[in-house]
């Protein structure tokens, strides 16, 4: 292959050089930096947060976006396959310093990038946070610059005791926390007490449900002043529709997530 043809490289850090030595990061005019993985291409895309005037953006959250042989391959299939070659925790390492280098080249000052964390890494809170941090700081972030989510059924699967001490690490190095997918399945408020999350993002479905019904619609509203209540700021996601940007600005949230305002992509 002609040399001038090959993409144009990125810096690899050395604590992801040492988990994948074979790995290299490239710059695709489209999708930005990119890599590879257990021969899967990795691409970053960004969903803003806004304020209720659905024009300030509060902050973005880093979706993975992953192809097997120019296929899409759902997120939560990437891992499994992580898991099933027993690279899980280097792998979402991976996924999040390419979130962070891609978020690092376009993000204003004060900026939020909320990072899913995966469920199975909880318990190695402690040894994960400081190699993780050593990677937020190489990219010019620090760790009150992150929401990292926790998806509400994982925290109900959680052991108790694992759940309080890994929040209490989170927190202790400076990162807030958001409790996502809120109200999916069923609200666990004792959990949501014991996590006393940031930021509790509600299940798109409710406010689906809220704008078929008008019984729905008032649960929406009295759910969203309880959790605002709690002490946490209130996002909805899955604002699709007008009638349901509405709805959520008329139950006084604090943020809103869903492609009526903007979707998902990479941005430059």
Same mark, same amino acid.
């Given at each position: 292959?002609n040399?001038?043809?090959?993409? @144009?490289?990125? @810096?690899?850090?050395?604590?992801?050089?040492?988990?994948?030595?074979?790995?290299?990061?490239?710059?695709?005019?489209?999708?930005? !930096?990119?890599?590879?993985?257990?021969?899967?291409?990795?691409?970053?895309?960004?969903?803003? $947060?806004?304020? @209720?005037?659905?024009?300030?953006?509060?902050?973005?959250?880093?979706?993975?976006?992953?192809?097997?042989?120019?296929?899409?391959?759902?997120? @939560?299939?990437?891992?499994?396959?992580?898991?099933?070659?027993?690279?899980?925790?280097?792998?979402?390492?991976?996924?999040?310093?390419?979130?962070? $280098?891609?978020?690092?080249?376009?993000?204003?000052?004060?900026?939020?990038?909320?990072?899913?964390v995966?469920?199975?890494?909880?318990?190695?809170?402690e040894?994960?946070?400081?190699?993780f941090?050593?990677?937020? /700081?190489?990219?010019?972030?620090?760790? =009150?610059?992150?929401?990292?989510?926790?998806?509400?059924?994982?925290?109900t699967?959680?052991?108790?005791?694992?759940?309080?001490?890994?929040?209490?690490?989170?927190?202790?190095r400076?990162?807030? $926390?958001?409790?996502?997918?809120?109200?999916?399945?069923? =609200?666990?408020?004792?959990?949501?007490?014991?996590t006393?999350?940031?930021?509790?993002?509600?299940?798109?479905?409710?406010?689906?449900?809220?704008?078929?019904? /008008?019984?729905?619609?008032?649960?929406?509203?009295?759910? !969203?002043?309880?959790?605002?209540?709690?002490?946490?700021?209130v996002?909805?996601?899955? !604002?699709?529709?007008?009638?349901?940007?509405?709805?959520?600005r008329?139950a006084?949230?604090?943020?809103?997530?869903?492609?009526?305002?903007?979707?998902?992509?990479?941005?430059?």
């Amino acid at each position: 292959m002609n040399d001038t043809l090959r993409p @144009p490289t990125f @810096p690899v850090p050395p604590e992801i050089r040492r988990d994948w030595p074979r790995s290299q990061f490239s710059i695709d005019a489209i999708e930005g !930096v990119v890599t590879e993985a257990l021969g899967m291409r990795l691409a970053s895309a960004f969903q803003p $947060i806004f304020a @209720p005037d659905g024009r300030t953006v509060l902050g973005e959250e880093a979706l993975l976006r992953a192809s097997l042989r120019r296929k899409p391959l759902a997120p @939560p299939n990437a891992f499994a396959a992580a898991r099933a070659s027993d690279v899980l925790v280097g792998f979402d390492r991976l996924c999040r310093t390419l979130h962070l $280098i891609n978020f690092a080249t376009y993000a204003r000052p004060n900026r939020t990038l909320f990072l899913n964390v995966h469920p199975e890494l909880l318990p190695a809170v402690e040894a994960h946070g400081v190699y993780f941090e050593r990677i937020l /700081e190489s990219q010019g972030f620090k760790p =009150a610059d992150v929401v990292l989510e926790l998806l509400e059924s994982d925290v109900t699967a959680a052991e108790p005791e694992a759940l309080t001490r890994a929040v209490a690490n989170f927190r202790s190095r400076g990162y807030r $926390i958001a409790l996502d997918d809120f109200g999916h399945g069923h =609200a666990n408020l004792d959990r949501l007490w014991a996590t006393a999350p940031d930021y509790v993002k509600l299940d798109r479905e409710l406010l689906r449900l809220a704008g078929r019904d /008008e019984k729905a619609a008032r649960g929406y509203r009295q759910l !969203v002043a309880l959790l605002r209540d709690t002490g946490a700021q209130v996002l909805a996601e899955g !604002v699709e529709t007008t009638n349901e940007l509405a709805l959520a600005r008329d139950a006084g949230v604090d943020g809103l997530q869903g492609y009526l305002l903007g979707e998902p992509g990479y941005r430059h």
